[in-house]
């Protein structure tokens, strides 16, 4: 069964740090394209980040270009998310997501996404 899964989530006060990880049981991550999204409360789905199939290009969404990195470990068939110097506006549900092509922000590129990882910002 092709899924994706994210972990590591949680409450953090401003400034502080997480790293949410993506796995996918069931398939190999290392041909595809794979973006963090998220959504908060009220608002529309955003992409944040995505990183190319062998890890050679990265994007970020300019809210958290400098304070967000994404990485891959394909031995591991793992991607990852670092979140430095977190804000009260990156609170939300963050999602992974296979890519169908090259690296893109827009939603609709992406096919199978996990089922989210809350991320709570909070002083």
């Known amino acids: 069964q092709l899924q994706l899964v994210e972990s590591g989530g949680g409450l953090v006060q401003p400034g502080g740090s997480l790293r949410l990880s993506c796995a996918a049981p069931?398939?190999?991550?290392?041909?595809?394209?794979i973006g963090w999204f998220r959504q908060a409360p009220g608002k529309e789905r955003e992409g944040v980040s995505c990183?190319?199939?062998?890890?050679?290009?990265?994007m970020y969404a300019d809210s958290v270009k400098g304070r967000f990195t994404i990485s891959r470990d394909n031995a591991k068939n793992m991607v990852y998310l670092q979140m430095n110097s977190l804000k009260l506006e990156d609170t939300g549900v963050y999602y992974c997501?296979?890519?169908?092509?090259?690296?893109?922000?827009?939603?609709?590129?992406?096919?199978?996404w996990g089922q989210g990882t809350q991320v709570t910002v909070s002083s």
């Open positions: 990183i190319s199939s062998r890890g050679g290009t990265a």
């Open positions: 069931g398939f190999t991550l290392d041909y595809y394209v």
């Open positions: 997501a296979r890519g169908l092509r090259g690296t893109s922000l827009h939603p609709t590129w992406y096919d199978y």
